[in-house]
């Protein structure tokens, strides 16, 4: 064995030589497709089951959700579902005991189903060190700058 011989077989056993692939790991996916009947279930259903490293496919018709799990990759399960010809995105809601609290509910909230508020940026908050600015009620309730503050005077 030549002195590259020996390098390769060295760096081999030290485990460099080795390719690597990507391991993807076990996630959920979770998008809002629009469905309307059975038909359009079973065909969302069935195109996704088709994915690779899909592990199951569970379907909530009545909230037009879709959960998927699986070794799969969320841009590519959302192509998968487009390809249906439904209108699907990446489901917009986050359960609303994950929201920073107080929480002031947006006007788009009223589609969100029970218990989700819609995802916004930075709604969740994974730094315990940025707290939304609490403020006391008992102080807002009654002051001139809240417009739905009692007006007995």
């Excluded at 996630?27 to 899909?54: F, H, I, P, W, Y």
């Excluded at 189903?113 to 995802?119: A, E, L, W």
Aim: contains cysteine.
């Amino acid at each position: 064995m030549g002195v590259g011989g020996t390098l390769e077989y060295l760096s081999d056993l030290m485990g460099s030589g080795h390719k690597h692939k990507k391991r993807k790991t076990l996630q959920t996916v979770e998008l809002k497709v629009r469905m309307d009947c059975d038909g359009c279930e079973l065909k969302v259903k069935k195109a996704l089951s088709s994915l690779n490293g899909v592990k199951s496919v569970e379907i909530n018709r009545k909230q037009q959700k879709v959960t998927v799990t699986g070794y799969v990759e969320a841009n590519k399960v959302l192509k998968k579902a487009k390809s249906t010809g439904k209108k699907a995105e990446i489901w917009p809601y986050v359960p609303y005991s994950l929201v920073a609290q107080p929480y002031s509910a947006q006007a788009y909230d009223k589609k969100a189903p029970p218990g989700y508020v819609r995802k916004v940026e930075n709604t969740v908050s994974t730094n315990t060190a940025t707290v939304a600015r609490y403020e006391d009620p008992y102080i807002t309730m009654f002051s001139d700058d809240n417009p739905n503050a009692c007006s007995i005077m």
